[in-house]
C-alpha cells in the first residue's frame, strides 16, 4: 500500500475517485512519497493485528472488578482513562511499563495477544482496542451518568472524528527525527534511527524462540513482530516522517474548518453540542502533538484549534485521567526503578 486509506474519497488535487488505500492518485503524488505509510498499521491493516475483543471471558484476568491496564504517558491510555474519568467509574490501575517492554510479558500477552495497552478487564472479561472500549464503557455506563449522549444525527459525525483522531500517525511523529525538533524525556534519544523499534524487533524474535511451543504466545509474538516492523519502515524511510507531517496537517485544517463551522463555535464541542468520545480522542491528540514540540510546524498558536485545546486541557475529566498522569518522574521513572530493583533481589519475575 501507498499511502493511507480513503475508500470513495476525492483526491485532493484533481477529485479523482479514489479506491480504499489511497489518498491520491498516482499522477497527483510525488513518486518519493508514493510507497510511504502515513497511518498506523491499527487503522489500516485489520489483518496484521487481532481483532478488537468485546468483554471476553478470560482466565488469565482479573475476576472480580474494573481493571485498566495502561501505560501514564500512552495516548490511547490517556483517552480511556479520561473515558473512565467522565463515567465517574472506579477502576483499579496496572501501570505497565513500555519502557521496560512489559507489553510482552506473557501474563500480559495472555489477556492482550496485541502486546498493547490499554486493556480493559470487567468481571474477569477482555475489552481491547482503545475506541472500542471507549465505546463499552459509553454504552455501558453513559446512560446512567447520563455521559456521551448524542443525538443520532450527531453521532456519525461523532464518529467520523472519532476514526480521524484514531488514523493519524502519532506513534511516528512521537519515534520519528523531526528535523529542529527536541523531543522531551523520556522521548528524546529512543528515537534515533528507529533504534527503538529494532530493539523490540529483537525482543520479539528472542521471545518467538523461547516461546516457540507455546501456540498462544508464538502466534501473538509473531503478529506483533509483523506490526513493529511494517511500522519502523515509517521511521527510518527518507521523506516518510515529512510525508506524515503534511498528511497531519491536512486533517488539523480539517479540524479547524469543522471548528468554525461546528458546534464548537455555537459553544458546544467538536461534533455535538455536549461533550463527546470525539473530544476525548482530540483532547490527548492535541496534547500529545503540543508535548512534543510540534504545534508551531502544524497549527497556529492563536487560532481556534487552541482555544479548542485549552478548552478540552481545562476539563476536570482531562486532568485527572491526562495531566495527573504526566508526572514522568512519579508516575513513570519511580515506578521503574523500583521494578528494576525488585527484580534485581529477586522479588519481582513475570508481571
Ligand atoms: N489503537 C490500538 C493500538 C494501541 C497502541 O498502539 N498502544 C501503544 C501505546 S499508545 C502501545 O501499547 N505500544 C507498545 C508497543 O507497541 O510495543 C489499540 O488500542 O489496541
Same mark, same amino acid.
Given at each position: 500500500m501507498w499511502a493511507s486509506q480513503a475508500g470513495g474519497a476525492l483526491c485532493g488535487c484533481c477529485r479523482y475517485l479514489l479506491s480504499a488505500g489511497y489518498i491520491?492518485?498516482?499522477?497527483?503524488?510525488?513518486?518519493?512519497?508514493? @510507497?510511504?505509510?502515513?497511518?498506523?498499521?491499527?487503522?489500516? @491493516?485489520?489483518?496484521?493485528?487481532?481483532?478488537?475483543?468485546?468483554?471476553?471471558?478470560?482466565?488469565?484476568?482479573?475476576?472480580?472488578g474494573i481493571h485498566l491496564y495502561h501505560f501514564p504517558l500512552s495516548l490511547d491510555s490517556q483517552k480511556v482513562r479520561q473515558g473512565l474519568e467522565e463515567l465517574g467509574v472506579?477502576?483499579?490501575?496496572?501501570?505497565?511499563?513500555?519502557?521496560?517492554?512489559?507489553?510482552?510479558?506473557?501474563?500480559?500477552?495472555?489477556?492482550?495477544?496485541?502486546?498493547?495497552?490499554?486493556?480493559?478487564?470487567?468481571?474477569?472479561?477482555?475489552?481491547?482496542d482503545t475506541i472500542n472500549i471507549l465505546n463499552t464503557l459509553a454504552s455501558r455506563f453513559g446512560p446512567t451518568n447520563k455521559c456521551f449522549e448524542t443525538s443520532e444525527e450527531e453521532g456519525a459525525c461523532v464518529n467520523d472524528w472519532v476514526d480521524r483522531a484514531a488514523d493519524l500517525f502519532i506513534e511516528a511523529l512521537t519515534y520519528g527525527e523531526i528535523e529542529g525538533v527536541k523531543?522531551?524525556?523520556?522521548?528524546?534519544?529512543?528515537?534515533?534511527g528507529g533504534s527503538y523499534h529494532q530493539k523490540k524487533v529483537e525482543l520479539l524474535s528472542g521471545l518467538i524462540e523461547t516461546y516457540k511451543n507455546d501456540p498462544t504466545l508464538r502466534a501473538a509474538y509473531e503478529k506483533k513482530r509483523a506490526v513493529? *516492523?511494517?511500522?519502523?519502515?515509517?521511521?527510518?524511510?527518507?521523506?516518510?516522517?515529512?510525508?506524515?507531517?503534511t498528511a497531519t496537517k491536512a486533517e488539523l485544517v480539517e479540524l479547524q474548518t469543522q471548528l468554525q463551522t461546528g458546534p464548537f463555535n455555537k459553544g458546544g464541542w467538536l461534533a455535538s453540542d455536549t461533550f463527546s468520545l470525539a473530544d476525548i480522542?482530540?483532547?490527548?491528540?492535541?496534547?500529545?502533538?503540543?508535548?512534543?514540540?510540534?504545534?508551531?510546524?502544524?497549527? *497556529?498558536e492563536d487560532s481556534i484549534i487552541s482555544a479548542y485545546a485549552e478548552k478540552l486541557f481545562a476539563r476536570d475529566s482531562f486532568q485527572k485521567g491526562v495531566v495527573q498522569w504526566s508526572k514522568v518522574g512519579r508516575k513513570v521513572v519511580l515506578p521503574a526503578i523500583r521494578y528494576?530493583?525488585?527484580?534485581?533481589?529477586?522479588?519481582?519475575? @513475570?508481571?
Open positions: 491520491s492518485c498516482l499522477c497527483c503524488v510525488d513518486p518519493l512519497v508514493a @510507497d510511504l505509510r502515513l497511518k498506523p498499521v491499527y487503522a489500516t @491493516d485489520p489483518a496484521l493485528v487481532d481483532a478488537p475483543l468485546t468483554d471476553v471471558p478470560n482466565q488469565w484476568a482479573p475476576a472480580k472506579k477502576w483499579h490501575s496496572h501501570v505497565i511499563l513500555l519502557p521496560l517492554q512489559q507489553q510482552f510479558s506473557p501474563s500480559y500477552v495472555r489477556i492482550n495477544s496485541r502486546c498493547v495497552v490499554p486493556t480493559l478487564v470487567i468481571d474477569g472479561n477482555v475489552s481491547t523531543k522531551p524525556f523520556p522521548i528524546g534519544g529512543a528515537s534515533k513493529i *516492523e511494517a511500522t519502523q519502515g515509517a521511521m527510518v524511510t527518507a521523506g516518510q516522517i515529512s510525508a506524515i507531517i480522542q482530540w483532547g490527548a491528540v492535541l496534547y500529545r502533538l503540543r508535548w512534543l514540540g510540534l504545534q508551531p510546524l502544524l497549527w *497556529e528494576k530493583l525488585l527484580k534485581a533481589i529477586g522479588l519481582m519475575r @513475570d508481571l
